[in-house]
């Protein structure tokens, strides 16, 4: 592969719902450009995007790919993403990086959830856009209605760059209404537009000149003044007119067909913007904000939006390169690590297979191997010149288990092969919580998390089970109590002795654990006040009521007794861990559970069944609000309730609902539901 300067660089993200033909369409582009030999197949895992094992397993993709395409002195770098709302981390990555999102359409299905996400994700990111509609050779395939849908749903000027020639299974090609000629079977001869499509194309084709001619002042004064527009003319007025969103094109394409893959990569060259185009990116320096600008000249600042960890090949890390050029064999600065790093040989990824090359200009795609301490997000750049840009913004995890390794050897490699997957992709994320003494693994949904498991023991070979997390409750008291305990004990020789009259107080919530010595007159030895703390702080990680962790409470030692030769450190901690458990016990103890702030969107038609649906879930519903046609609701629940919610949402919603949540505040928990999970404890405990 060649090297190619900023302007002759494409950079475009396919978007869409699962099933849509990301994959097979990035595959049809490949062969129509000759990049591979023969057109893989998404059913049997022959494509160049889908070469993960469990994405050949599944037939869907997990991971974003970049199949790179050259065609008429351009390089197109297609980020293929997965549709599946699991794995929005890779989507959000690719977006980050992309000059122009291709949102496809299934012809059929129309416009879905997917859909609606993808054109949501772009707008975020402020990407300028254009429509496949994809699978034109399936029954009931109509162009007209999907236009219909667009406009519907997302408003704005959708407009036909192409038509259809035949329908269904009669799909041949399309009409190209730019150069008004009609292009047909997988190579895209040329021929004459058919006599019955002649009207249509016609009236598509001053639509268009419209669409083109309002993107660009001088256009739209010739146009007005009844001249004609040349090809070029246009051609400049459809440019401008996706980069600035003034209006967005639509194209028809059958990917397994290979129909409409060459009109596809004649238009991306025509009409896609480049990086120069997109002008220049905000970055962060010593001297504040700074302008990088997309060409060789300006200071190397290069964004990692892709990790992938291997135990054969090692690490790989995928970069954009924003401004000046990046070089094989090379050092280079990472401004978050502070850490110089040594560039062996740099690569194009097509999929899996490694191009090497020398060197990319502003605008690439590339990778690189083995770098010590570069991880997503992170900007590499020059040691005398240390730019940040922002890396790809990652939505908080909404679905957790509880790992298990099944052997001594799996536990031994576990830490480090959850720091691995997580490296990989960063909307998963592990912890260990200590109040129930397990380790965590967080992801976007059941599917996510499940496949990370598989990848664990596939790749790294640590097999887990995994449980539900067990909630990490808290322990409290409600009253005022006083008690003692003697601890005595007697064995030829020296024996032990103390004794401790403690109170416990309770404090407002979020002020942790106090403790006072209150003794006057020497009854215990002011040496002996940190053994009995000491002995305390035992019992504080593992309350005596259900095991968990003791907060908000004082423990204020008032009085005691000790013996000349037998109190000793041990027995002040011993008596010290016993009072604190028998005072606990009877200072009205409750068990405080995590109450975590929810905010659910979803479509307005759904706002009655949520919220019936969140109300025998022990939530508070706190507000509504509207947003563009979505119902916003805040509501105040229970994690213990809250657990599954992800894979409730999207049955209830057909996946179109969305939420977050984030801890609020700890409150007690209902008697009747603490009595269980005290119970519980007593009987794992036995």
Known sequence: MKEYATEQLRNVVLLGHGSAGKTSLAEALAFASGAVNRMGN?????????????????????????????????????????????????????IRVADLALILVDAVSGVE????????????????????????????????????ALRESFGGNFFPVQIPIGAEEDFAGVVDLVKMQALTGPEGKIAEIPADL???????????????????????????????????????????????????????TAATAGLGAQALLDALVAYAPSPADRGSITAESSAGEEEIEPNELAPLSALVFKTTADPFVGKLTYFRVYGGLIKSDTRVYNSRAEEEERLGQIYVMRGKEQIPMSQLHSGDIGAVAKLAHTLTGDTLCDKGHPVSMSGPDFPS????????????????????????????????????????????????????????VRRMENK?????????????????????????????????GSGQFAEVHMRLEPLPRDTGFEYEWDVFGGAISRSFESSIEKGVKQVLGQGPIAGYPVVDVRAVVYDGKEHPVDSKDIAFQIAGREV???????????????????????????????????????????????????????ALAPLAEMQRYATDLRSLTQGRGLFSMELDHYEAVPKHLAQEIIEAYEKEKE
């Open 580 to 634: 604190f458990k028998l005072v606990m016990r009877a200072a009205g103890p409750v068990l405080l559970e995590p109450i975590h702030k929810v905010t659910v969107t979803v479509p307005e038609e759904y706002t009655g069944d949520i919220i019936g649906d969140l109300n025998t879930k022990r939530a508070q519903v706190q507000g509504m609000g509207q947003s563009a046609g979505k119902t916003i609701i805040t």
């Open 113 to 148: 959830v997917g859909t609606e996400l993808a054109w949501n994700f772009a707008e975020e990111q402020g990407l300028p856009c254009m429509v496949i509609v994809n699978k034109m050779n399936r029954e009931t395939a109509k162009l007209e209605r999907v236009m219909e």
């Open 397 to 452: 995890a909404l679905f957790a288990v509880a790992v298990h390794p099944t052997s001594k050897s799996d536990q031994a490699k576990l830490g480090s092969t959850l720091t691995r997957i997580c490296e990989e992709d960063p909307t998963l994320r592990w912890r260990q919580e200590p109040s129930t003494r397990q380790t965590i693994l967080e992801g976007m949904g059941e599917s996510h998390v499940n496949i990370a």
């Open 42 to 94: 998404v059913e049997d895992g022959t494509t160049v995007a889908d070469f993960d094992a469990e994405e050949i397993r599944r037939h869907i993709s997990l991971n974003l790919a970049l199949v790179p395409i050259e065609w008429k002195d351009c390089k197109i770098n297609v980020l293929d993403t997965p549709g599946y709302t699991d794995f929005v981390g890779e989507v959000k990555s690719a």
């Open 198 to 252: 002649a009207d249509q194309a016609e009236e598509a084709h001053v639509q268009l000149i419209e669409s083109a001619a309002e993107a660009d002042d001088e256009l739209i004064m010739k146009y007005l003044e009844g001249e004609e527009l040349t090809k070029e003319e246009i051609k400049r007025g459809l440019r401008a007119a996706i980069l600035n969103g003034a209006a967005t094109p639509v194209l028809v």
């Open 460 to 492: 790294f070979d640590v097999k887990v089970e995994t449980t539900i997390p067990k909630v990490p409750y808290r322990e409290t008291i409600t009253k005022i109590y006083g008690d003692q305990y003697r601890h005595k004990k007697q064995t030829g």
